[in-house]
C-alpha cells in the first residue's frame, strides 16, 4: 500500500463566511490585492462578493494558480458575483503616500465601489481605518478562505493585462514577462534606459 509524499493542499472554503451567514448577513464579501512588491505600475484591490450557495471549483490564491487557470476563473468569477469592484492606484501616488497606504486607499475605493454594499468585508492582513461596516482581517486569508481568494485571481489578472498593454508602450522593460517585479532584466533595463514614467521613483531610488 502506497504512502502520500506530499501533503494535497485544501482550497480555500467558505467556512469563514458562512459564519457570517448564520449571523443573519447576506452581503458578506472578500477582499485582497496584487502589486505591493513590483518596480513599477499599480497596486490594485479587488472586492468580490457571492451569493450563500455558490461554489466556483479551483478557487485559490492567486500565485498558486497557473496563468491559464486564472483567467478561466476570472471570467467564471465575474460572471457569478453577485458584485465585484477593481480599483489601480499608480505609482505616483504610492510614491506620495508610500505602498501600505496606497493598497489601503485602494481597497476602501473598491469597497466604496460595492453594489450592493457588503455589511462585512474579509480582508487578506490588512486592517483599514475608519469603515462603517464590519471588517475581518485575515492573515493568509487567500489560502484560507474563498472570497479573499477570489478577489486575489480579480486583482492579479487585472493588473497582470494592464502592465501587459504597458509593454507595448515601453517595450524595452519588458514589463509583459515580468508585470513590474525585479527581476534581474528588468533592473539592467532601468539602468541602461533609466526609468519610465511607470516606475516607483521611491521603489528604485537605492539603485538608481
Not at 119 to 137: E, K, Y
Not at 145 to 159: D, E, H, P, Q
Request: proline residues 5%; glycine residues 8%; hydrophobic residues 40%.
Amino acid at each position: 500500500m502506497g504512502t502520500k509524499t506530499a501533503k494535497q493542499r485544501i482550497l480555500p472554503g467558505k467556512e469563514i463566511e458562512e459564519t457570517w451567514f448564520e449571523q443573519g448577513l447576506m452581503y458578506v464579501a472578500g477582499m485582497d490585492e496584487a502589486g505591493r512588491g513590483p518596480l513599477a505600475g499599480p497596486v490594485a484591490a479587488a472586492c468580490v462578493m457571492f451569493s450563500r450557495d455558490t461554489r466556483i471549483d479551483g478557487v485559490d490564491d492567486s500565485k498558486k494558480l497557473t496563468r491559464t487557470a486564472r483567467e478561466r476563473l476570472f471570467e467564471i468569477i465575474i460572471r457569478e458575483a453577485v458584485g465585484y469592484s477593481i480599483v489601480f492606484i499608480d505609482e505616483q501616488r504610492i510614491d506620495a503616500i508610500n505602498i501600505l497606504n496606497a493598497t489601503r486607499e485602494a481597497m476602501v475605493q473598491a469597497l466604496v465601489n460595492m453594489k450592493p454594499y457588503p455589511q462585512v468585508v474579509l480582508i487578506d492582513a490588512v486592517t483599514l481605518p475608519n469603515l462603517s461596516i464590519r471588517q475581518q482581517p485575515i492573515i493568509k486569508g487567500d489560502e484560507k478562505c474563498f472570497s479573499i481568494a477570489a478577489a486575489s485571481i480579480l486583482a492579479k489578472v487585472t493588473r497582470d493585462r494592464f502592465m501587459e498593454k504597458m509593454d507595448s508602450i515601453y517595450p524595452e522593460y519588458g514589463f509583459k514577462s515580468h508585470k513590474g517585479y525585479g527581476s534581474g532584466a528588468h533592473m539592467a533595463a532601468i539602468a541602461r534606459y533609466g526609468p519610465c514614467p511607470l516606475h516607483r521613483r521611491t521603489f528604485i531610488k537605492s539603485f538608481l
